[in-house]
Every structure is written in C-alpha cells, then in structure tokens.
C-alpha cells in the first residue's frame, strides 16, 4: 500500500503539474483573445467614429447648400418683384401711350376739319 500512495502521490503531483501548465495556457489564449478583443472594439470605435465625421460633414454640406437655396430664392423673389414692377410700368406706359395716340389721332382730325 506504500507503493500504491506513493504512485498516487506522483499521479497527484502529475495531475496537479497538468493542472497548472493548461491554466497557463488557458491566461495566455484568454490574453491573445483579449488583445483581439481590444482590437476588434478599437476598430469598431474607429469606424463608428468615422461614420459621425461623415454623417456631421454631410449635415454641414446639406446645411451650407440648404443656405444657398434661401440665398437664391431671396434673390429670385426680389427679381421677379422687379420684373412685375417692370411690367407694371410697361403696361401703365402702354396705357399712357395709347392715350397720347388717342389724342394725336383727334388733335390731326380737328386739324383737317379745322383747314378744310
């Protein structure tokens, strides 16, 4: 029976040498998956964060160009107010003109009436 503890106390001492090496193995997997881990995070931060500046930028761009369009819509608006002021005076000065011909057309038949 002294032979047999004494095996068992070198299986026992195996075991626990087992034991130990695949715990070592184990913290040296579980470090390298960490690493990957830590990796993995960083890259998904940086495209995450890449994808802000780019949504950011794009909401600046669409901002700028929403700016312009009021800036020229302003202008259109002031232009056409001066297109119809324009016309407006050219249908008040067509109507004035008319007038003046009305009035030369009379002025020219009291003149043949009156050298007649």
Known sequence: QVELSCTTAAEKDQLQEDHNCLREEFKEA???LQS???EA???KYE???SYGREVDRMKYEL???DEELDDTRVH???VLAQLEEAED???AFQTELEKLEMVLEETRRELEVNTK
Request: glycine fraction near 4%; hydrophobic fraction near 40%.
């Open 41 to 43: 995070r960083r890259m």
């Open 63 to 65: 901002a700028a160009k």
């Open 76 to 78: 259109l608006k002031k």
């Open 89 to 91: 005076s050219r249908d």
């Open 30 to 32: 579980m470090a390298l």
């Open 47 to 49: 495209g995450e964060s």
């Open 36 to 38: 990957e881990i830590d």
